[in-house]
């Protein structure tokens, strides 16, 4: 990357970046992860004129240590005989110096608490998690600590000459777009790839990438950066209040699309807890054929299966497909879980596994106009405008992990086999 002056990037197992070597082998960063891939510490290393600056931050649960002073460490770091570019060399002799990291900051319900200053930092962020402000409290006033604004993909702009919009080693203001560390490099770093905000894409490849073909393995955040939330460097996701609003998301995005290619789309409905309230958000859908499809029973880490949605595609006087197909109950008892479709007159109906119940709950999807019981005149819009969901965050969103669903498959009319043996036969669907 000659335009940031990185000469080397090396690997660990897990495809993860742990040394960087930058300018001529003046600086270097180095990571420590732990077997799972969660960070553990980073090793900066500077050397200019003669002078060398190193720092050392480590992860623990949240909590932050990092090096009181820079230069006093790069000075004891160069008597004992290290070099940039041998970070590898750094970790040793710190060690060795028993040298002691100092506590900086935790995260709260709010922002952070900050070690240093004992004092609270509150933040506000916008519908996606940025951080666009970090204040606290200054007697009766509010002091403004850092502030933020970004390009679409996350490149910081400073918007006038009030703005003040900081980075320091061990700093709580290093947290700024969709709440992820901003590094030394240029960087944020998402818990599985880096993000290059310049260029709006990762560096790494998507540890997904073979159950996503029809993503780009350095996509971010499905390239729907104004409405949707990159999960840990792995899929984006917009949340709802409720399994019916995201199923009705899912029949407006793909109903229109459903009709006029007249191929089912199928998708998972998931739960996540933000902020200690459950959410819903569905996969990115899998196209089938006129008269099935499927998908597998699987959701991103931290997230239940809740759900199963799909569509019926366009009106065929020969089918019944304004109404639960016999394979799609079927399919929801064997894997019990309950389940919505949107049919072509423009219904969005659900399925209760548990009392064997049928019911309307909407009928204000696109329909097809050639359905002589169409409930309303929406188009079929194969490109509909994308919704940013029910989400409105507090101001720091704390995702909790629940345990994730065992791996199943549901099979809806009739079928195809797993998403994983079958992925040449997919259309491409409109990312959500």
Do not use: C
């Amino acid at each position: 990357m000659p335009d940031k002056m990185i000469e080397e990037i090396h690997y660990n197992h897990l495809n993860l970046p742990n040394k960087f070597i930058i300018n001529n082998q003046s600086t270097s960063n180095s990571y420590l992860y732990r077997a799972d891939g969660t960070k553990l510490h980073k090793a900066y290393i500077s050397s200019s004129n003669g002078v060398m600056y190193a720092t050392s931050t480590e992860y623990l649960d949240g909590f932050h240590y990092a090096t009181s002073n820079g230069n006093e460490l790069g000075a004891m770091y160069a008597e004992a005989g290290g070099t940039a570019y041998e970070p590898e060399a750094f970790m040793q002799i710190i060690q060795d110096m028993g040298y002691q990291n100092q506590l900086k900051f935790v995260p709260t319900a709010e922002g952070f608490y900050d070690f240093e200053n004992n004092e609270y930092i509150y933040q506000y962020k916008d519908h996606l998690g940025n951080v666009r402000m970090s204040y606290k409290k200054e007697g009766n006033d509010l002091l403004v600590t850092d502030s933020n604004d970004y390009y679409p993909f996350g490149m910081s702009f400073i918007r006038n000459a009030e703005e003040v919009a900081y980075f320091g080693t061990g700093s709580y203001k290093n947290y700024k777009y969709q709440g992820q560390e901003l590094q030394e490099t240029g960087f944020y770093s998402f818990k599985w790839r880096n993000y290059m905000p310049d260029v709006g894409r990762f560096f790494n490849i998507d540890p997904l990438a073979e159950k996503y073909p029809t993503w780009a393995p350095y996509v971010f955040s499905g390239n729907r950066v104004v409405d949707a939330r990159e999960l840990e460097g792995l899929e984006p996701h917009v949340l709802f209040n409720t399994r019916e609003n995201a199923a009705a998301n899912f029949g407006k995005q793909y109903n229109g699309k459903s009709i006029k290619q007249n191929q089912e789309y199928i998708s998972i409905i998931y739960s996540r807890k933000v902020e200690g309230k459950l959410y819903y958000a569905y996969k990115n859908p899998v196209g089938g054929t006129q008269a099935k499809a499927n998908v597998t029973v699987d959701s991103p880490e931290g997230t239940s299966v809740v759900a199963a949605v799909h569509t019926h595609g366009k009106y065929l006087e020969a089918f019944a497909n304004n109404e639960f197909s016999k394979t799609d109950i079927n399919g929801y008892e064997r894997v019990n879980f309950d389940g919505f479709v949107i049919t072509p007159d423009g219904s969005l109906k659900y399925y209760d596994v548990s009392s064997n119940s049928k019911k309307i709950l909407r009928t204000d999807m696109p329909s097809d106009p050639n359905d002589p019981d169409r409930k309303n005149n929406i188009p079929p819009n194969e490109n509909p405008s994308p919704s940013s969901g029910d989400y409105k965050p507090d101001l720091f969103p704390s995702l909790q992990k629940t345990s994730p669903s065992d791996k199943k498959q549901v099979v809806l009319d009739d079928g195809l086999k797993s998403i994983n043996d079958k992925k040449k036969e997919f259309v491409e669907p409109k990312i959500n």
